[in-house]
């Protein structure tokens, strides 16, 4: 970490946040020997001085200290999971914000990136499903997404980390532990000025371009900001739901096919579900706890799930894990978000229930203090300090419905293409639900195709720009900024 003597100073870039996106926007800026003085704050700390207790065989509250995924080099670059590649045609709206041709130049600088540094090629699978496979699912009314996903290890996912951070730190100044409180433009000088916070007092920074890119921690405070700068949003629709895990028996063939299997159903009356986030493959996955308070702006811990490829595990079986979400769409989406919050701190004080399959089916309550069910289960669940509860009381009637649904359908399709034995009402009895999960979370920003917003000198990049979730997005978002910033 740089220790800084003077509290002000003036750049020429000022990068906020160092995830994926920020930091690709600082190699770019940087790639070419620049005489740009550029400075990146994060949040967070290192990624040397971050590791995770569940890896350290203790128990993880959620407490959001120093391993808080979503914040220091935020969600799945987390130091210490795998994490999935998504490739293009995947992605939509960023096709929708540069353009085709700009999107796929952009990607393969991106990917190129990636793979330059971790020195493996990325193989991709997840386009091709068989035709069997295919079968199966639409026989239970399940559509499947399918595009090119690539699992990538966590030795590789570190090289990939380290490299960037002694790459960077050799080039720019980097504040860790330092957090943007402020952003204001100084119309006369056509500056803007960044005022940070850290354990040594405040600063303020002048700079003629600032690239935010404050992912998911930084939500709440990117929003005032929009406000007073006057910049146009569009409104998201958050999904909500839960996630199952399970052994990791179960998702292997599917997670190897289809690293990030997508599977929705819509029912009659229009609602939608989709599964979301599958951790499944070789190794299977685990759930995380990510403390969202500078999300939300209330003190809430959500769960996350994370692929992984490298776990070991010899006495009990691995578990592997997936999300099932609904969208809360039309114009009360913002009030049944609230609600949902509301009834999430009152109910559990804002903090991740685990609860057995069959009971969160049925509805039915379950006694906190009873744990047997856990030691019970075939797998061993990855999170060991979740408490019991009644998660089920936490969804409207429809989304619970619909949630169950989608869920039986998919395992339902998997117990066919396994030839198992089992019926899923028994299949039920071996399933962990954990929640709640929301995402998608972030308004979207009016942006030009170079990712800079209505304030000119102003980009708006990665997941808290509300065009896409996952890194190399983020990363394809951060090389388009600095492409525009560096001229
Ligand atoms: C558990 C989990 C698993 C995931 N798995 C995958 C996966 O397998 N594949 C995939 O492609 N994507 C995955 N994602 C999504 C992916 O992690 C994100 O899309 C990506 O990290 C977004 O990059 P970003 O740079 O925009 O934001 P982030 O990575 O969130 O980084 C933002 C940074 O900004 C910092 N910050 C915020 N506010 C401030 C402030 N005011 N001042 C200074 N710093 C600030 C934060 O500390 C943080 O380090 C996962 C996400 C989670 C949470």
Redesign the pocket.
């Known amino acids: 970490m740089i220790i800084r003597k003077k509290t002000e100073a003036a750049f020429n870039v000022i990068i ?8 690709s926007a600082a190699y770019e800026l940087c790639k070419k020997g620049t005489k740009k003085k550029i400075l990146m ?4 700390k290192q990624y040397i001085q971050r590791f995770c207790l569940n890896d350290l065989q203790k128990s993880c509250h959620g407490c959001g200290g120093i391993c808080n ?10 130091y210490g ?6 490739n293009l045609p995947s992605g939509q709206r960023l096709r929708d914000l540069y353009g085709a041709r700009k999107l796929k130049r952009l990607s393969k600088k991106a990917l190129q990136l990636f793979n330059d540094v971790v020195r493996i090629p990325t193989t991709f699978s997840g386009s091709n499903l068989p035709q069997k496979v295919e079968q199966v699912f639409k026989l239970q009314n399940i559509r499947i997404k399918k595009y090119p996903v690539s699992v990538v290890k966590e030795s590789h996912l570190k090289r990939f980390i380290k490299y960037m951070y002694q790459y960077l730190g050799e080039r720019i100044e980097i504040l860790f532990e ?4 402020s952003l204001r433009r100084e119309h006369r000088k056509g500056l803007f000025i960044v005022t ?1 916070r850290s354990k040594s007092g405040t600063s303020k920074y002048f700079a003629q371009k600032v690239i935010l ?6 939500t709440t ?2 929003n005032k900001m929009i406000k007073s700068l006057n910049i146009h949003t569009e409104h998201n629709d958050p999904s909500i739901g839960v996630r199952f895990e399970m052994s990791s028996k179960w998702l292997k063939k599917i997670g190897n096919l289809h690293p ?1 299997f997508k599977a929705s159903y819509t029912n009659k009356e229009g609602l939608k579900a989709k599964s979301f ?1 599958f951790c499944g493959g070789n190794n299977g996955g685990r759930l ?1 706890m ?1 403390r969202y308070y ?1 999300s939300f702006s209330t003190p809430i811990v959500l769960l ?4 992984t490829s490298e776990r070991k595990d010899k006495e009990r079986l691995l578990a592997g894990n997936f999300a099932v979400l609904t969208k809360l769409e039309n114009t009360k989406r913002k009030k049944n978000l609230a609600k949902m919050i509301d009834k999430y701190m009152h109910l559990f004080s804002g903090h991740p229930i685990i609860q057995p399959l069959t009971s969160f089916h049925n509805k039915t309550q379950v006694n906190e203090d009873d744990d047997a069910w856990i030691k019970q289960l075939p797998f061993k669940p990855t999170l060991n300090a979740l408490k019991t509860g009644s998660l089920h009381l936490l969804f409207e009637k429809e989304q619970h419905a619909i949630i169950i649904e989608l869920f039986k359908r998919i395992m339902k399709s998997i117990l066919i293409l396994e030839k198992a034995k089992m019926e899923y009402n028994n299949f039920e009895k071996e399933v962990l639900v954990a929640g709640p999960e929301i995402e998608f979370i972030w308004s979207k920003v009016s942006l030009n195709s170079y990712g800079e917003s209505s304030c000119p000198g102003l980009y708006i ?5 509300g065009y ?7 990363m394809i ?2 090389i388009g900024a600095a492409e525009h910033a560096n001229k």
């Open positions: 906020i946040g160092a995830g994926p996106a920020g930091i704050v994060e949040a967070g995924t979503i914040s220091g080099f935020g969600g799945c670059v987390v999971d795998g994490l999935k590649i998504s330092t957090e943007m409180i940070t890119a404050m992912g998911r921690k930084g405070c990117l990030d986030c995380r990510a500078d996350d799930g994370h692929i990049i990665g997941d808290a720009a896409a979730q996952g890194m190399i997005q983020s978002m951060g």
